[in-house]
């Protein structure tokens, strides 16, 4: 456990559905799944298809009742694709805060539970047997996590700040630069930071709000699921797919001044090749710049 500090580990990298291919095997082809250790606490970033190691290796290691916070930055398939094969969910004994962006006037619960309506997914919501607190978001809360006896403290800010409290803090930003928006969530803990925003579509020169809410950052884990020259392709472009290009991406990390760029949801047609031309170039911009893989650990 990361007492002092932060270790990340990349479950799922990949945008928009999971791959299986030889031309896959360096970086991964499951989908967005981040676990971070900070202090005593353990944060996921989402369920796709990446989560289900996690939950394997969760289930294996610990004897103990797991409590486990899972953030999830909507709810989009590739995003969820893992939820209902995440095994700690089907353990009475263990308790699951699970955040998430409300839908309208739907709550995350009502989602969660049509998600897996029969019509769907064989099992129903009700099959999880897990202790599930499930908290819809709006933006701008702070969520303090407060160790294994209190539950998670739930608070509206104003602006966005470092926590500099002792347990670590979660910030949300609701941004709607994806279709039915998405949460962008910053991770504070003694004076450090991890901030993940996947799934958003930045305009030239990036979103100013989103570029203080990742200002000084030590990690930002930012959508790179095109090139530019295929998001602004005239035969095929992919505007309005809710997504960045991975230049885009270098330049909020420049401007946000943060320490590290982790590129995420890689497109699902680039392969192991492909992707290590994109961090070559990315670091002529950037170059503090890496790729998500699967089985990466980052600790700071
Ligand atoms: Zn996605
Ligand atoms: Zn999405």
Redesign the pocket.
């Known amino acids: 456990m990361a007492q002092n500090g932060f270790s990340l580990r990349f479950w799922g990298v990949r945008?928009?559905h999971p791959i299986s291919d030889r031309g896959s095997l360096k970086y991964g082809g499951n989908?967005?799944c981040v676990e971070v250790k900070a202090g005593d606490q353990r944060i996921i970033f989402d369920a796709g298809t990446g989560i289900i190691g996690l939950g394997k290796e969760l289930v294996k290691k610990n004897q103990a009742p797991l409590i486990l916070n899972l953030f999830l930055s909507h709810t989009?398939h590739?995003?969820l694709f893992g939820f209902y094969f995440f095994e700690p969910l089907f353990d009475t004994r263990n308790r699951v805060y699970i955040f998430g962006p409300r839908s309208e006037k739907r709550s995350l619960s009502k989602t969660l539970r049509a998600a897996m309506d029969r019509t769907l997914f064989p099992v129903g919501f009700d099959a999880l047997r897990a202790n599930k607190v499930i908290h819809s978001l709006d933006g701008n809360e702070s969520i303090e996590l407060r160790g294994s006896r209190q539950a998670p403290r739930v608070a509206k800010v104003v602006g966005v700040e470092d926590m500099q409290g002792e347990q670590p803090t979660v910030l949300t930003y609701k941004s709607a630069a994806h279709p039915n928006g998405v949460m962008l969530y910053r991770l504070c803990y003694k004076n450090k930071s991890v901030v993940y925003a996947?799934?958003i579509e930045q305009k030239r020169g990036g979103y100013p709000e989103i570029i203080e809410f990742a200002r000084g950052a030590d990690v930002l884990i930012h959508d790179a699921q095109y090139l530019e020259s295929e998001y602004t392709s005239r035969t095929h472009p992919r505007k309005c797919w809710g997504h960045s290009s991975v230049e885009r991406a270098a330049e909020v990390a420049a401007k946000a001044g943060v320490k590290r760029l982790v590129l995420f949801?890689h497109e699902p047609t680039h392969d192991d090749h492909c992707i290590d031309q994109i961090v070559k170039q990315t670091r002529r911009r950037f170059p503090a710049s890496v790729a998500a893989a699967e089985g990466m650990v980052i600790s700071f």
């Open positions: 945008g928009s989908s967005s989009h590739d995003h996947t799934d949801h």
